[in-house]
């Protein structure tokens, strides 16, 4: 054979053995998954603060990986239990049965806590604050499904909020969350009998005593931040009964560690515990096996309530919160290692601008007060009785038991109900339970939130939703979230690391998206109730 066809040989082969090597390190999946979400974050955050982040924490998850522009959550309600559930189930409360933080049981006629669960007691504290469960989650996370395919791998869940880590940690996993009364981070044995013995000397190191300790300043001088409004508002709820810098924890007269979810030491707090459960349950070590750590910060929420998203203290918030993510960031890369780990970042909620703020720029906005009288109401109509068994949380639960016995038309009073409803000043939305069983889950608009948001066991016989711009309080300070519009809907998706593409898109995407290309990249089952989709783009083939 001739030299020149030999070499030409010699380099096909090697450009086929390469090729494969290339194809099989980019099919390997990573060690470690990390989730962060981070509670009430805006996708305008992104935007607004961009500027002022440093090269390693944001900025750096954006440069590198791939960051869906256009990402909403495709249901109503906005908050944190459905949220969290949501990116980690890849559905919506329709099949996850998530449908609030909290709700009314027409079963046992009480209201229930999302996470809440007597059956199971705290491990931890000597409270009732880990009497918790996801057990009213109805199907399974990317993370069960991880455990389902690989029992050895290690799923941990840990936040300042108990739901921000029991539902992303699953029904297979572990949470761990923070407790205000004793500083200290707990669990249910539902999970533990005992606290690892790592928690426990974390819990040890007393973190909570030395940030109550301090001042929270300003991260730079304050005439720089631009982005915000002006410290002194009359829009802010305040912390320590002031509403301008710096604010001196050591002046509180509250003897617990519950003011420390109100500042930015929430978050260094979580990230000294994230840090901590990396190396002491060497998360991403084995390369046999994918392990998953959930991280949750709820100090941003906290904060976002009490100052509303044009204020200093959320900005200054989000520059510390973007140390807190570099920070966590140079710890996997030195414990696992650049190029064997995966990380998405998102948030469970937005939030909605004071309204009081709007109405002074003569944007329509306001404030619901009072209950509805939805019970004086049919009284009028239908004569004395206890028609309404509930009324909370956009939905209106009606007395069916009594309907029966004076046998009137439940569906002919909800369609009254609807009209009722949509005479009240700042109500925009309303809607049958008839009309929203009847609709596809793929409807388009408001009412295909509500659809995506509608349980058939759970939800009430009514939903409705405020107009823009309002919201259900008498108090003009502060703010909050759970509605069906852009700025509660509209947050950032960053998939980062291996496996996962660099680039960009303004291609309308939905939250419920995150979990079945988490699933596509560890080459798992999607989860049991899944509806999004694989977001092919995403990932590096």
Not at 346 to 374: C, R
């Amino acid at each position: 054979m001739r030299p020149e066809r030999i070499m030409i040989k010699y380099l096909l082969s090697l450009i086929f053995t390469l090729t494969c090597i290339i194809h099989t390190q980019a099919q390997e999946k990573p060690r470690l998954v990390v989730g962060i979400v981070v509670d009430q974050m805006r996708m305008d955050y992104i935007y607004r603060f961009q500027h002022r982040f440093g090269n390693d924490g944001f900025r750096r998850l954006i440069r590198e990986g791939y960051t869906l522009d256009n990402a909403h959550y495709n249901y109503v309600p906005t908050s944190t239990g459905p949220g969290h559930t949501s990116v980690y189930t890849g559905t919506t409360p329709a099949n996850h049965g998530v449908i609030g933080n909290s709700w009314y049981d027409k079963f046992i006629d009480k209201n229930v806590y999302c996470a809440g669960d007597e059956n199971y007691n705290t491990v931890g504290a000597d409270d009732d604050n880990g009497q918790m469960s996801p057990h009213r989650m109805l199907t399974t996370t990317f993370t069960d499904q991880l455990r389902l395919a690989l029992p050895e791998s290690k799923v941990i869940g840990i936040s300042i909020k108990d739901r921000g880590a029991i539902f992303p940690a699953g029904h297979l996993g572990l949470a761990y969350w923070y407790d205000p009364s004793s500083g200290d981070f707990i669990t249910s044995d539902y999970y533990h009998s005992e606290l690892p013995k790592w928690v426990e000397r974390f819990n040890k190191r007393r973190f909570p005593v030395k940030y109550m300790r301090q001042t929270w300043k300003t991260l730079e001088p304050i005439n720089t931040y631009e982005a915000s409004g002006p410290d002194e508002s009359p829009y802010e709820q305040g912390l320590l009964g002031k509403t301008t810098f710096p604010y001196d924890l050591s002046k509180s007269d509250d003897k617990s560690f519950g003011l420390l979810n109100s500042t930015p030491f929430g978050n260094d707090l979580l990230t000294e515990l994230a840090i901590t459960a990396i190396e002491e349950e060497k998360l991403g070590q084995d390369d046999e096996r994918t392990d998953v750590l959930a991280v949750s910060f709820s100090s941003t929420d906290y904060i976002g309530h009490n100052f509303g998203p044009r204020s200093v203290e959320v900005e200054d918030t989000y520059l510390r919160l973007d140390q807190n993510i570099a920070q966590l960031l140079r710890t996997l890369d030195d414990e696992v290692g650049p190029g064997n780990y995966t990380v998405f970042l998102t948030a469970d909620h937005g939030v909605a601008d004071v309204p009081k703020y709007l109405m002074d720029q003569s944007v329509p906005a306001g404030y619901l007060q009072g209950n509805l009288e939805v019970n004086e109401y049919l009284t009028a109509q239908l004569g004395e009785g206890n028609w309404v068994r509930n009324v909370s949380f956009g939905q209106i639960f009606l007395n069916h038991e009594l309907f029966e016995e004076k046998n009137i038309s439940i569906s002919e009073t909800c369609n009254k109900l609807v009209t009722y409803l949509l005479k009240k000043d700042g109500i925009g939305y309303a809607w049958t339970a008839d009309n929203l069983m009847r609709s596809s889950f793929d409807e388009q608009g408001i009412k295909g939130l509500f659809v995506r948001g509608y349980n058939l066991e759970r939800s009430g016989d009514v939903a409705f939703s405020l107009e823009p711009g309002w919201l259900w309080s008498s108090n003009e300070r502060g703010t909050s979230h759970g509605s069906a519009f852009n700025y509660d809907t509209h947050v950032p998706v960053i998939f980062f690391g291996k496996n996962v593409r660099q680039g960009r898109t303004a291609i309308y995407h939905t939250i419920t998206d995150i979990a079945p290309t988490i699933s596509a990249i560890l080459s798992i089952t999607l989860p049991n109730g899944a509806t999004g989709e694989v977001l092919e783009e995403v990932i590096q083939r």
